[in-house]
């Protein structure tokens, strides 16, 4: 599976969502564009609000039910985020900031900074209402410019030189593969958007998401167990260093069951579509499948170019979670209706449950330019993940490193109210998958993506995932 590999490729795989309710999306994230989906943008460089100023829709909680316990105790029940942001008391939070850093990937073709700009939304409408116990928010982020060289000194600066008390949030191709081992000597447990493999196999690092290795997993799932492809499975991605692993679990899964697997790796950004397209249905065959791993405008090209060339009935279509974004349903139109498979690790867009109307109403206020996507949903359930935790902790040990990162760490049994079941940090010594059940949409022809699975669990065809499994159970991580 090549797990090792650092698979810079995945960023184009989709960081994206996770599995929520009954409706999911995608979401894009980046630290210095703020593209966007529905929520979360994180803070570039300070921490108070922005835009929008004390609570008004946004801010005030209308349906969600109040906090229960704090998210590391890891009772019986579930603990949440509460009903709105932060205190919901309408005041601006004011005084030194608590600090928190990401490393976020943002180039021409692999450009995840609606994740970011989203989770800095939330972390706004948190210091129009009192921010953490009256201080405000920080988020400082950093682009690699998928540059090893400019990751590690992107992580170096953030805790050494700004003093970032945590490092959450970050949608990059390469921040793991070269910083896991650095977050871990610093002592740092980093909540991310995950890509590459070793955002999964570090115990240092849990990721809000399942990364496009897990993600296009589960789109072949869908498409060979439900929809009965057959033949021949051609899985596309982005050709960077360590694509092997976007697909390769995919391919194991196809493979087990029978079918025959290509990888094809293209080029970002794709130049010729039609020929790539053209080049992938006809090594599938009738029949057979095609699963793409791209974000949103690289995977839109090869669907047109697709439909371009009537091939869309001639192939069984999946999808990792990055294309689960309303902007892509209303692209495709009515001719892709219910025709593309897209796994989707988080809550439908629509979703009528408290925390996605949450979300809808903090992008509405704070991130408006950007589009309801899986990205953006990621960003603002990290967002609120670590608001709570820092919420619950003591206030004088808000700007100590150690206390904080030992926080994140006992987080468990978190219900998101965005993924399928309640999310966990783990620590665990192979690495950690906390989100592991994921569903799956199909657009409706109009302009959404619609549920057509929910929370299936994605199967085991490498051993991290089944570890955690184990240690789910046997620690009690995710029974809320």
């Keep these: 599976m090549r797990r090792g590999m650092w698979v810079a490729v995945a960023a184009l795989a989709l960081v994206a969502g996770a599995c929520g309710s009954s409706k999911k999306t995608d979401s894009g994230a980046a630290t210095t564009k703020a593209a966007g ?83 800095k939304g939330y972390f706004d409408c948190v210091n129009d209402n009192g921010g953490i116990n009256g201080r405000p928010v920080q988020m400082l982020s950093e682009n690699d410019n998928a540059k090893p ?54 115990p240092a690092i849990a990721a809000a998401n399942m990364g496009p290795g897990y993600s296009a997993l589960g789109a072949a799932q869908i498409v060979v167990d439900d929809k009965g492809a057959k033949g021949n499975m051609i899985t596309l991605t982005g050709k960077l260093a360590g694509a092997e692993y976007n697909d390769s679990l995919a391919g194991a899964y196809a493979q087990k069951k029978g079918l025959k697997w290509t990888d094809i790796q293209v080029e970002l950004p794709i130049a010729d579509p039609t020929s790539v397209i053209l080049d992938a249905v006809n090594k599938a065959g009738q029949g057979g499948a095609v699963v793409l791993n791209f974000t949103p405008p690289e995977g839109l090209k090869l669907l047109k170019a697709a439909e371009e060339q009537g091939l869309i009935d001639k192939v069984v279509w999946g999808s990792s979670t990055p294309l689960n974004d309303s902007s892509v349903a209303a692209a495709l139109g009515a001719k892709w209706k219910g025709k593309i498979n897209i796994n989707a690790e988080l809550s439908l867009l629509d979703d009528p449950n408290p925390e996605m109307e949450l979300y809808r109403k903090v992008s509405a206020q704070y991130n408006k330019s950007a589009p309801l996507g899986s990205f953006q949903q990621m960003g603002f359930m990290i967002g609120r993940i670590i608001v709570k935790t820092l919420l619950d902790m003591d206030k004088t040990k808000l700007d100590d490193p150690v206390a904080v990162n030992a926080a994140i760490k006992g987080i468990k049994n978190f219900n998101t109210g965005i993924v399928c079941k309640p999310w966990y940090f783990g620590g665990l010594p192979k690495g950690n998958v906390p989100n592991n059940v994921d569903n799956n949409v199909v657009p409706d022809g109009v302009g959404k993506m619609v549920s057509d699975k929910l ?13 955690a499994r184990k240690a789910e159970v046997d620690q009690k991580l995710n029974v809320g």
């Design 455 to 467: 929370c299936f669990p994605i199967a085991e065809v490498e051993p991290i995932l089944t570890e």
């Design 37 to 119: 989906t529905t929520a979360a943008a994180a803070p570039t460089t300070a921490g108070a609000a922005t835009t929008a100023g004390a609570a008004t829709t946004a801010g005030a909680a209308t349906t969600a039910g109040a906090a229960t316990t704090a998210a590391a105790t890891g009772g019986s029940k579930a603990a949440t985020a509460g009903p709105g942001c932060g205190l919901q008391n309408g005041q601006k939070a004011s005084g030194n900031p608590i600090k928190l850093g990401n490393v976020t990937t943002s180039i021409p073709g692999i450009d995840f900074s609606t994740g970011t700009a989203m989770m």
């Design 149 to 202: 060289e400019d990751g590690a000194a992107a992580a170096k600066k953030l805790i050494e030189t700004d003093k970032v008390v945590a490092m959450v949030g970050g949608f990059s191709v390469l921040d793991c593969p070269v910083n896991a081992d650095y977050y871990k000597s610093k002592g740092y447990n980093v909540i991310v958007a995950g890509v590459p493999a070793q955002c999964f196999n570090s």
